[in-house]
């Protein structure tokens, strides 16, 4: 491990004292440990800690790391400097708050991010762990957090990587810290003390990432900001540091393009993942070029990643090398129809400590930034104008998946890569990230492959990560990138076998076969980040973007665990999957029932396209209708909408059909001609909300044609159908839809 890891892995875990504190079976040793060398119980704790779960970081950097409350030498200041920072306070601020003790924090509970009278419970952060809780803990919590998390670092330490992987302690630092408050609320003497809303882990993480970034400037001489806190000569304007941006841009057309349908399950989900495997990857070359570490990397998600590295010149020349490195790859193996562009922004100080000027300032600067590389992608001028093309491709030699290059045995190079990614995320549980080895060429020298059992870290190795899709620990970092898809005999369904699965499935012979896709997106995202003070840290933002992401990469896989349904992606704030129609809607109803919980207070909601077709319809054309569907429904006025068989609604109004579907259900053989007038009437009434008066005629309409085909015992259907049809026409439109396709031969 380098120096700089040392020290940033040192970072992360310098509070892991306050986790070991608030569990009563872990006894604090203060003859060997001593209060007053740390000045706070909590460093004393973590120096116990670092020690008796044999970290490994050497007793001088442990040392270093616990004495972040009374620092002496030049690390230990880089340490508590980026503990300072990471506070979001200023200086005077932070000292003021750290004088105070708090009483009963072994029962204080994280507030949720969006509703401050409801809390976290103190747990793993597991899927159902994210909603809010209204009620408090009355004994300690923490107890049986603290055997879990020790039991689950034994496991590190038995495959004997405990000293070099990093990756994993930060995966259990999360895994155990993300509902711990990094500080209790309290008033006392006057003060009053920050809100217990910022968890221990964002806390931790952000002190490592600017850990790394002090630690690099300390390299090149510059001491400004540790100064600062040292209260020595210091500007905290001074753009001392630089934040990275990477955006994959053309995502769909790289995901959903020149993909035959028959073939799109073997494919769409590998492509996704190449995507978050080559993000990473792409950050990893970044911190690796820059001399920074692994923890400089703030996220990677949804093809976008953030670094904090430092404003240097020498930072700014290699970083438009590997633009030009990343230009040169993207238009060599796809025709630079889609690339990474990166971005940088020079920051300072006061950008994270000045209260709101992480928000109100330095993100817009980020946020314009990115959006300005979007509209130079690639410098021709930089590239040859005219891309080399093998004239011996002809219809035997295409290659079937891209229809682009040529193939080599059964696919061309990059689709083989596809292939292959997708036949290793359906079988095998590790994932390992090296240099110049491997099983998979990715970028430059990086590789990756894939194993079924773990094992010790080789020379070449960066990482190595489970990628099972379960709760099981098994001593490596958990990485969801095997989305969920259902497979048939160990083998992912193909689009037909999930079509086939409507309705009951392929003994039922009533219901069509369809699927049904699925294109979801958070409303008002960009507005709430704006002006919400869920977001007004550094720590917090992350803490928003990392549960949000969250959501859609874990928790949605959990509703969809043994349905028969195939996502293509689900991170960031957005969601395409696709499977049997009819479960895919009531998956649809369940994620944003979940959603609307999880962001209960924030003003958040989810809007969706869904879109029937055909299993053979090509991928790229139902992609193309279902972002129609999603940007139908973002149309209306306050969004959280839907549209679904050519209507777009409210999800309330959906949701409250006025018991239409019931009592459709409770009439036996219903005429089908029946209900399609029903449909007639339908769109009759939506001509009145236009002004065509005489379409009025569809309520004696209606009246005449129940008359003819229905029993008087029903007539309770008669008048829930003039309701709806008046009041809602369209979501009267989606209920009968359903109804029809259900009950078609």
Known sequence: MTEINLVATAALLHDIGKFGQRADIFKHKSSLYREKEYTYTHAA????????????????????????????NDTQWIIASADRMASGFEREVFESYNSVDSEGFKQQRLWHMFDEKKQFKIDVLLPNAIFPESEKALLNEYNALWEKFVKDFEQIKKHGNSLV??????????????????????????????KANIPLYEHSKASSIFASALWKLHENKNTNIVNYYKKESSNIEQNDLLMISGDFFGIQKFIFDSVPAAKASKILRAKSAYIQLLTKIVA?????????????????????????????????????????????????????ETGIGLSVTPCSLADFIVPNQYKTQLRPRIDEAVEAVKFKKFDLLQLKPVMHYDDNIDNETLCPLCSKRKKHNDYCGECSTFVTLGEKLAKDTFLIISKEIGQIPIFGDFYVSFSHE???????????????????????AKWELASYVKKEK?????????????????????????????????D?????????????????????????????????????KEKNIYTVFAGGDDIFVLGAWDEVIDFAKALREKFMEFSGGSGLSLSMGLVLTKPNKPINFVAHMAEEGLEKAKGLEGKD???????????????????????????????????YRLLDFVEMSKRVKKGKIEETMWKSKLSYSFNRNMDSKHFELLRVSNDMIELHPEVTKMVLSEYIYKRRD
């Not at 704790?45 to 442990?62: C, H, I, P, R, W």
């Not at 773990?454 to 490596?476: L, S």
Request: include cysteine.
């Open 45 to 72: 704790y973590s120096a116990q800690v670092f020690q008796e779960l044999g970290f490994n970081l050497g007793d001088t950097l442990s040392d270093d790391a616990s004495m972040h409350h009374n620092p002496q």
């Open 165 to 194: 992987d990093f990756f994993t302690i930060d995966y259990l630092m999360k895994k155990f810290t993300s509902f711990i408050p990094s500080s209790t609320s309290f008033e006392k003497n006057g003060y009053k003390a920050i």
């Open 454 to 476: 773990p094992h010790v870290y080789e020379n070449n190795d960066i990482a190595i990560f489970d990628i099972a899709n379960d709760e099981t620990f098994r001593g490596y």
């Open 284 to 336: 990893f070359h970044i911190v690796e070029t820059l001399g920074l570490s692994y923890q400089s990397i703030i996220s990677t998600s949804a093809g976008k990643f953030e670094i904090l590295g430092v404003n240097d010149e020498e930072s700014q020349t290699k970083l438009a090398s590997i633009q030009e490195e990343l230009n040169t790859f993207f238009v060599k193996n796809y025709f630079g």
């Open 524 to 560: 008002g995202m960009g507005n709430f980040i704006k002006t919400s003070s869920v977001t007004n840290s550094f720590a917090r933002f992350n803490f928003f973007s990392r549960m949000v992401d969250y959501f859609f990469s874990v928790y949605a896989s959990e509703l969809m």
């Open 490 to 522: 160990e083998q992912v369904a193909t689009f037909e076998d999930l079509a086939k699965s409507s309705c009951g499935g392929k003994d039922n012979n009533v219901g069509i076969k369809a699927i049904m896709s699925l294109k979801g997106d958070v």
């Open 641 to 675: 909408s839907m549209s679904m068989f050519g209507e777009t609604v409210k999800w309330d109004d959906y949701l409250k059909d006025l018991g239409l579907k019931s009592e459709l259900y409770k009439v036996k053989d219903l005429n089908t001609a029946f209900l």
